[in-house]
Protein backbone atom coordinates (compact mmCIF):
# COMPACT_ATOMS: atom_id res chain seq x y z
CA UNK A 1 0.00 0.00 0.00
CA UNK A 2 3.02 2.16 0.88
CA UNK A 3 4.17 2.18 -3.17
CA UNK A 4 0.75 2.67 -4.10
CA UNK A 5 0.53 5.83 -2.28
CA UNK A 6 3.74 6.89 -3.34
CA UNK A 7 3.12 6.49 -7.09
CA UNK A 8 -0.62 8.22 -6.36
CA UNK A 9 1.70 11.26 -5.47
CA UNK A 10 3.96 10.84 -8.23
CA UNK A 11 1.26 10.71 -10.67
CA UNK A 12 -0.39 14.03 -8.37
CA UNK A 13 2.96 15.70 -9.13
CA UNK A 14 3.31 15.02 -12.70
CA UNK A 15 -0.04 16.36 -13.83
CA UNK A 16 0.43 19.39 -11.81
CA UNK A 17 3.46 19.69 -13.83
CA UNK A 18 1.88 19.19 -16.92
CA UNK A 19 -0.97 21.54 -16.06
CA UNK A 20 1.38 24.52 -15.39
CA UNK A 21 3.23 23.50 -18.91
CA UNK A 22 -0.20 23.67 -20.89
CA UNK A 23 -0.54 26.57 -18.71
CA UNK A 24 2.40 28.41 -20.45
CA UNK A 25 1.64 27.21 -23.77
CA UNK A 26 -1.56 28.98 -23.56
CA UNK A 27 0.10 32.05 -22.35
CA UNK A 28 2.25 32.05 -25.67
CA UNK A 29 -1.18 30.45 -27.82
CA UNK A 30 -2.86 34.01 -26.33
CA UNK A 31 0.37 36.06 -27.42
CA UNK A 32 0.40 34.33 -30.77
CA UNK A 33 -3.46 35.58 -31.54
CA UNK A 34 -2.88 39.14 -30.81
CA UNK A 35 -0.10 39.23 -32.67
CA UNK A 36 -1.25 37.18 -35.48
CA UNK A 37 1.69 35.03 -35.55
CA UNK A 38 -0.27 32.14 -37.48
CA UNK A 39 2.82 29.63 -37.89
CA UNK A 40 3.97 29.88 -33.94
CA UNK A 41 -0.07 29.49 -33.13
CA UNK A 42 0.06 26.25 -35.29
CA UNK A 43 3.18 24.89 -33.76
CA UNK A 44 1.54 25.48 -30.27
CA UNK A 45 -1.25 24.08 -31.04
CA UNK A 46 0.85 20.40 -31.86
CA UNK A 47 2.61 21.14 -28.44
CA UNK A 48 -0.45 21.36 -26.50
CA UNK A 49 -1.94 18.29 -27.72
CA UNK A 50 0.76 16.51 -26.85
CA UNK A 51 0.41 17.52 -23.30
CA UNK A 52 -3.38 16.85 -23.22
CA UNK A 53 -2.55 13.59 -24.00
CA UNK A 54 0.15 13.28 -21.46
CA UNK A 55 -2.27 14.45 -19.18
CA UNK A 56 -5.05 12.12 -20.41
CA UNK A 57 -2.26 9.13 -19.95
CA UNK A 58 -1.31 10.41 -16.27
CA UNK A 59 -5.47 11.09 -15.35
CA UNK A 60 -5.96 7.16 -16.32
CA UNK A 61 -3.32 6.13 -13.92
CA UNK A 62 -4.09 8.12 -11.00
CA UNK A 63 -7.82 6.78 -11.34
CA UNK A 64 -6.67 3.35 -11.18
CA UNK A 65 -4.38 3.93 -8.43
CA UNK A 66 -7.46 5.77 -6.73
CA UNK A 67 -9.82 2.73 -7.28
CA UNK A 68 -6.74 0.25 -6.00
CA UNK A 69 -6.90 2.05 -2.78
CA UNK A 70 -10.57 2.76 -2.23
CA UNK A 71 -12.39 0.15 -3.90
CA UNK A 72 -14.48 2.27 -6.50
CA UNK A 73 -14.60 4.93 -9.24
CA UNK A 74 -14.71 8.46 -9.23
CA UNK A 75 -13.58 9.30 -5.53
CA UNK A 76 -12.33 12.68 -4.89
CA UNK A 77 -8.94 13.24 -3.40
CA UNK A 78 -10.60 14.13 -0.17
CA UNK A 79 -11.83 10.89 0.28
CA UNK A 80 -8.81 9.08 -0.62
CA UNK A 81 -7.35 11.05 2.24
CA UNK A 82 -9.29 8.80 4.85
CA UNK A 83 -8.18 5.85 3.49
CA UNK A 84 -4.18 6.31 3.36
CA UNK A 85 -1.65 7.09 6.47
CA UNK A 86 -1.79 10.62 8.42
CA UNK A 87 1.47 11.38 7.15
CA UNK A 88 0.85 11.38 3.56
CA UNK A 89 -3.19 12.94 4.17
CA UNK A 90 -1.03 16.34 3.68
CA UNK A 91 0.69 16.02 1.05
CA UNK A 92 -2.17 14.52 -1.33
CA UNK A 93 -4.61 17.67 -0.10
CA UNK A 94 -1.58 19.75 -0.76
CA UNK A 95 -1.28 18.13 -4.75
CA UNK A 96 -5.17 18.21 -5.12
CA UNK A 97 -4.99 22.00 -4.61
CA UNK A 98 -2.53 22.68 -6.62
CA UNK A 99 -4.17 20.78 -9.14
CA UNK A 100 -7.47 22.65 -9.27
CA UNK A 101 -5.62 25.93 -8.95
CA UNK A 102 -3.52 25.15 -12.07
CA UNK A 103 -6.84 23.87 -13.72
CA UNK A 104 -9.12 27.12 -12.75
CA UNK A 105 -6.02 29.03 -14.41
CA UNK A 106 -6.20 26.99 -17.25
CA UNK A 107 -10.05 27.69 -17.54
CA UNK A 108 -9.85 31.18 -17.25
CA UNK A 109 -7.25 31.49 -20.02
CA UNK A 110 -8.99 29.37 -22.39
CA UNK A 111 -11.91 32.18 -22.02
CA UNK A 112 -9.86 35.05 -22.55
CA UNK A 113 -8.71 33.03 -25.89
CA UNK A 114 -12.47 32.46 -26.76
CA UNK A 115 -13.00 35.50 -26.27
CA UNK A 116 -10.35 37.26 -28.75
CA UNK A 117 -10.71 34.33 -31.02
CA UNK A 118 -14.66 35.21 -31.66
CA UNK A 119 -13.27 38.90 -31.83
CA UNK A 120 -11.11 38.41 -34.65
CA UNK A 121 -13.55 35.59 -36.30
CA UNK A 122 -16.40 38.37 -36.33
CA UNK A 123 -13.56 41.01 -37.68
CA UNK A 124 -12.74 38.50 -40.46
CA UNK A 125 -16.88 37.90 -41.15
CA UNK A 126 -17.38 41.67 -41.47
CA UNK A 127 -14.55 42.14 -43.99
CA UNK A 128 -15.56 38.87 -45.89
CA UNK A 129 -19.20 40.62 -46.09
CA UNK A 130 -17.62 44.06 -47.45
CA UNK A 131 -15.71 42.58 -50.24
CA UNK A 132 -18.48 39.58 -51.20
CA UNK A 133 -21.49 41.61 -51.15
CA UNK A 134 -22.79 40.95 -55.12
CA UNK A 135 -24.33 44.25 -55.09
CA UNK A 136 -20.98 46.11 -54.74
CA UNK A 137 -20.79 47.93 -57.48
CA UNK A 138 -23.03 50.46 -55.79
CA UNK A 139 -26.33 51.82 -55.65
CA UNK A 140 -28.74 53.90 -57.69
CA UNK A 141 -31.80 56.12 -56.47
CA UNK A 142 -34.65 57.42 -58.70
CA UNK A 143 -35.47 61.48 -58.70
CA UNK A 144 -37.68 60.83 -56.06
CA UNK A 145 -35.06 59.38 -53.63
CA UNK A 146 -36.56 55.54 -54.71
CA UNK A 147 -34.12 52.75 -55.04
CA UNK A 148 -33.42 51.80 -58.72
CA UNK A 149 -31.63 48.59 -59.96
CA UNK A 150 -32.17 45.37 -60.27
CA UNK A 151 -33.86 44.13 -57.23
CA UNK A 152 -30.69 42.50 -55.38
CA UNK A 153 -30.68 43.21 -51.82
CA UNK A 154 -26.90 43.25 -50.20
CA UNK A 155 -26.51 42.08 -46.66
CA UNK A 156 -22.67 44.45 -46.24
CA UNK A 157 -22.70 46.43 -43.54
CA UNK A 158 -21.35 49.92 -46.14
CA UNK A 159 -23.17 52.72 -45.04
CA UNK A 160 -25.75 53.42 -48.15
CA UNK A 161 -27.27 56.41 -47.29
CA UNK A 162 -29.06 58.62 -49.73
CA UNK A 163 -26.57 62.05 -50.83
Known amino acids: M??????????????IQYHRELLGVEQKKLSSIVDQDWEELELLLLKSRK???????????????????????????????????SDLAPR????????VESIQRQRSMNEKIERLLKSSLE????????????????RTYSGKGEEKGNGEKCSSFVFDIKA
Open 123 to 138: IVNFSLSLFTCPGAQG
Open 51 to 85: ILTDIEAAEKRRMSIIQELCGKEDVRLSEVEKEIP
Open 92 to 99: IRNCGNKL
Open 2 to 15: QKTMKELVDVLDRL
